[in-house]
């Protein structure tokens, strides 16, 4: 099957070649069944990723996962390394919600210990986390405060007594990326920054409580600490406005950059520096400021989760009650070493709307996992599954380490408030038993009509052996902005 210049190479892969364009520097190649393909093809999607093979630097292949859709210069869904030495960095291959991740919280009880308190739960957390566009939080930072924030990420919270060591162990790259530089954010990105640590957000962001309701490799299950019927909490978050700021700046001062230079782009969306230039320095240090800032922003939350917990169970917390399974990054880039034709090679590895999924042995994951390989944490749309699953050394071969993040937009934000109204998602949802707290009907562009199915996702980068299934969640309550 050919279209939009792609090939099936594999059950589960497409190929389009360097030949399709004069511009292509390497091949494209997207994870999907035939299903997942088509929708795919319905935006713009395809022609990003053809656009990002055009990229200075870039290495092996432009890559995307089933869960690509439209995003601004790179697919959401896209991955692409390029050489750290002579390559570039893209701010649009990270995305502006530098480091929208996702936590999941694991707990000792199962569903007939949560759901007699799960009403008050659901409405204590909406009560506790500020969510919704610009809210603030309860944290309000001083710029020196700010400052450590930025340079320390999850642990400014551990030494606040708002973490545990291991809510850092579990969390990708233990929740802090070096030489973040405050200097480097503009002032409105400090000022967005200093009231908005401890909130959700809006958007795709959430907080849901689940159930595990299928396991499919007891033996990985058992070494994470889950179970059937357990409960555990998803929490899905980012930079807020700080990072969104950051991805701004970066892109205006690029485009500027660009002009004067008289680079052609496929994109102008796909703007970029050098790695080693001074002003990519300036992103770079930039950008993990904003990972950082993420970071300690779930963190401060699930210490607020935790509290909630606690309260309506009539028991103090110490933090056991809620395990962090694993945190991931999905808007970000990362310096990283790979194998690549028999040759180690130090890239720039961005991936946005994409997980990191490093295989087994692998000295970048935690010591309890390292022979599992990484969680990788994938979320449904509201309403629907969510996976648990490992990275492998398939993933370390074909992705730089890399897989799905998600379900994927299959409607835009505007079609899905058009097609979907808030009754009926209501009844959708109690017609599964799923309780709802959400600030307003608009929640209807976060239907899981909205989404590709994560069911078709999960497969295909499981078949195509880029993760192994662990276990699913379904939800019993969700929270959104």
């Not at 008289?262 to 993990?288: F, H, P």
Request: glycine fraction near 10%.
């Amino acid at each position: 099957m050919a279209d939009k210049g792609f090939t099936r190479i594999a059950p589960f892969l497409y190929e389009a070649p360097a030949s399709l364009r004069s511009d292509m520097r390497v091949p494209a190649h997207l994870y999907a069944d035939e299903i997942l393909f088509k929708q795919a093809a319905d935006d713009r999607s395809l022609s990003q990723l053809i656009n990002t093979a055009t990229l200075p630097g870039i290495v092996g292949y432009a890559l995307a996962m089933p869960d690509i859709h439209e995003g601004y210069g790179f697919p959401i869904g896209g991955v692409v390394a390029t050489s750290w030495s002579d390559g570039i960095v893209s701010p649009g291959g990270v995305g502006y919600d530098i480091n929208c991740g996702v936590r999941l919280l694991t707990s000792h009880l199962s569903v007939s210990d949560i759901r007699p308190v799960l009403e008050d739960l659901l409405r204590l957390l909406y009560q506790t986390i500020p969510s919704g566009v610009g809210e603030t939080g309860k944290v309000h930072l001083k710029q020196s405060d700010l400052k450590l924030v930025l340079e320390q990420g999850a642990e400014w919270a551990l030494r606040r007594g708002l973490a545990t060591e291991s809510d850092l162990a579990h969390t990708e790259d233990y929740g802090k990326l070096d030489g973040a530089d405050i200097d480097a954010l503009s002032a409105r990105a400090r000022e967005r920054g200093l009231g908005q640590l401890g909130t959700l957000g809006s958007g795709n962001h959430f907080v849901e409580i689940d159930e595990i309701t299928e396991v499919y490799d007891q033996a990985a299950a058992s070494a994470l600490g889950i179970f059937r019927g357990q409960v555990c909490i998803w929490l899905h978050s980012g930079s807020r406005g700080l990072g969104h700021q950051v991805c701004t700046d970066a892109v205006s001062s690029m485009q500027r950059g660009v002009a004067k230079s008289g680079i052609k782009l496929a994109d102008r969306e796909l703007v970029y520096v050098q790695c080693n230039s001074a002003e990519g320095r300036r992103y770079w240090t930039a950008m993990n400021g904003a990972a950082n800032y993420a970071w300690a922003n779930r963190q401060v939350m699930t210490q607020q989760v935790r509290e909630c917990l606690a309260r309506v169970l009539g028991r103090e917390t110490d933090g056991a009650e809620l395990r962090v399974l694993y945190d991931v990054c999905h808007n970000i880039a990362k310096r990283e070493v790979h194998q690549f034709e028999g040759r180690r090679i130090e890239l720039c590895v961005h991936r946005k709307g994409a997980t990191r999924a490093f295989g087994p042995g692998q000295q970048q994951l935690p010591e309890d996992y390292r022979s599992l390989g990484q969680p990788v944490l994938v979320p449904g749309s509201m309403g629907t599954s969510s996976y648990i699953c490992l990275g492998t050394q398939a993933a370390m071969e074909q992705t730089f380490g890399s897989a799905c993040h998600g379900a994927g937009r299959q409607l835009s934000r505007t079609e899905a408030r058009k097609r979907i109204q808030g009754e009926q998602l209501r009844a959708q949802l109690a017609e599964h038993n799923i309780l709802l707290q959400a600030g307003s009907m608009e929640v209807t562009e976060e239907a899981p009509q909205a989404y590709k199915d994560v069911d078709g996702v999960v497969n295909v980068v499981h078949q195509a052996g880029l993760v192994r299934k662990v276990a699913r969640t379904q939800p019993l309550a969700v929270m959104k902005g």
